[in-house]
């Protein structure tokens, strides 16, 4: 059961590459799971829970329980979306892109890490498999 089992082995992988990133992280106090929040905000316009939560492949109330931390160390801000007080908005605070920034280096450092130990496999060609695999 454990060489064929398709769930068995990528649970295991998942949990050993979130390892992986959570220790580079641990030093900026994050984990990785924060790391990709922060990551999935970084961008222009304020992001909706709902966007963030598919993008993540997060249910939206682990998602919200995730977000907690984070605005009460002030990284992010949920903010009314144009006006409308039952959708929320989503987006860095400038702490938010300044820990990011700092955290980048390390998540380039686990991911060359975690690229090397798929070898002699190509990440490049792994990564749509997976795409294809996690899709709903």
Do not use: H
Request: hydrophobic letters at 45%.
């Amino acid at each position: 059961m454990r060489a064929a089992c398709l769930c068995l082995n990528t649970q295991r992988a998942a949990r050993a590459v979130a390892r992986r990133y959570d220790a580079a992280f641990r030093p900026i106090g994050l984990t990785s799971g924060q790391f990709s929040i922060l990551a999935g905000l970084n961008q222009a316009a304020p992001v909706s829970l709902g966007a963030l939560a598919d993008a993540l492949g997060l249910e939206r109330t682990t998602l919200t329980r995730n977000l907690a931390p984070l605005e009460q160390a002030g990284l992010i801000r949920s903010d009314a979306a144009d006006g409308d007080k039952r959708v929320r908005g989503l987006s860095l605070t400038t702490q938010g892109r300044d820990k990011l920034l700092v955290a980048m280096p390390l998540w380039q450092m686990a991911q060359a890490g975690s690229v090397e130990a798929l070898a002699p496999n190509d990440w490049q060609a792994i990564q749509p498999a997976l795409d294809r695999l996690g899709a709903p």
